[in-house]
């Protein structure tokens, strides 16, 4: 008895809704954008995917709308839409979430996606192109006549330092980073700091930025005791918006490297 399950005209998905910009984003880079059928309202790269229907914010999302799409994939994101990928679960719809939380892992969540389309050859392109970037911005870093130390502020109540790919990319871009330590904690909780230890560890630059949220530059620079600090005593507070760094995928390789090294370079002399 021959037995055939598999639909060759379904053998990638093509209704795809993607809840985090890295993956929509990855889709338009490889011209796939067709397949998706629906967004996070928080997407943004590049700008032609706010004509895509918007069916959640980061934490929720509306699974009527989602429903309505009839999806044949959705791409979560994270610890933080666990529950979206819960429910999904529950109401029995195809979903992938990926939590990649350094840059080795961002390019491993790029070849997955470029599987996922049969676009192998471009996501291999695209890889070799950041890495190219990388080298080329390391390659001037190494020429700076110091490394800044940096203290990059992911989030301001609490104190929260860099994830992973932030710091690799800090170290990339000319800096280094004031808590080494926190390197390989995976959640945002065990990456809390205390203001204290900041005025401690004394660094030339603060770098912030607050997912969601312009960063308040004067409220930094008013937090009490921290006029010690050598980055507010020479005026080196800077922000990066946070779809430029906080995105662990296109945007974090490119717009996102770019920026620390520019201003790791201006506070390097």
Not at 30 to 48: A, K, L
Not at 82 to 92: D, Q, V, W
Request: net charge negative; hydrophobic share 40%; proline share 5%.
């Amino acid at each position: 008895m021959n037995l055939t399950f598999a639909d060759k005209s379904r053998s990638f998905p093509s209704r795809i809704v993607c809840l985090s910009d890295e993956a929509s984003e990855l889709l338009y880079l490889f011209g796939e954008q067709d397949r998706i059928v629906g967004v996070s309202g928080f997407s943004t790269r590049p700008p032609e995917v706010r004509s895509k229907p918007k069916v959640s914010t980061f934490r929720e999302a509306n699974f009527e709308a989602i429903e309505k799409l009839d999806p044949d994939l959705i791409i979560t994101y994270s610890d933080v839409q666990a529950e979206i990928t819960k429910e999904a679960i529950h109401r029995g719809l195809p979903v992938l979430n990926f939590n990649q939380r350094s840059v080795t892992e961002i390019f491993e969540f790029i070849t997955l996606i470029a599987r996922l389309v049969n676009q192998q050859e471009k996501g291999n392109e695209l890889i070799a192109s950041y890495e190219a970037e990388l080298q080329a911005i390391a390659n001037s870093a190494a020429d700076f006549a110091r490394r800044p130390r940096v203290f990059f502020e992911e989030w301001n109540d609490p104190l929260i330092s860099g994830i992973q790919w932030v710091e690799e990319l800090i170290e990339i871009a000319g800096g280094e980073t004031i808590f080494p330590e926190f390197r390989l904690c995976r959640k945002a909780k065990e990456r809390v700091a205390s203001p204290e230890q900041i005025i401690e560890r004394n660094p030339d630059v603060i770098i912030a930025s607050w997912c969601g949220m312009k960063v308040n530059k004067e409220a930094i620079c008013s937090r009490p005791g921290w006029e010690r600090i050598a980055a507010l005593r020479q005026g080196h507070v800077y922000e990066i918006r946070s779809s430029y760094i906080l995105q662990p995928g296109p945007a974090c390789l490119s717009d996102g490297v770019r920026e620390l090294h520019r201003i790791l370079a201006q506070v390097a002399g």
